[in-house]
């Protein structure tokens, strides 16, 4: 079984993806960085989530120039 991952956490990451498409990479370290420097008053869990929803979708090629597929 797959992971679940609330609509907060999907809704962020691809506004983000969407708003910045040149900061984030397939890198989830770098990833964590940058959510941490771009939204503030975020929980350490609620960051890492974030970013590592972003991480996959870079990594699985969801994300092409900034915009986000539907259904995702």
């Given at each position: 079984?797959?992971k679940?991952?609330?609509?907060?956490v999907?809704?962020?990451a691809?506004e983000?993806?969407?708003?910045?498409?040149?900061?984030f990479?397939?890198?989830?370290?770098?990833?964590?960085?940058?959510?941490?420097?771009?939204?503030?008053?975020?929980?350490?869990?609620?960051?890492?989530?974030?970013?590592?929803?972003?991480?996959?979708?870079?990594?699985?090629?969801?994300?092409?120039?900034?915009?986000?597929?539907?259904?995702?």
């Open positions: 079984m797959g679940v991952r609330t609509r907060l999907k809704r962020l691809e983000l993806v969407y708003t910045y498409p040149d900061k990479t397939a890198d989830y370290e770098h990833n964590k960085k940058m959510v941490d420097l771009l939204v503030s008053g975020l929980s350490k869990r609620m960051r890492n989530r974030v970013a590592g929803y972003i991480t996959h979708l870079i990594s699985r090629g969801l994300v092409q120039l900034g915009q986000v597929e539907e259904g995702s």
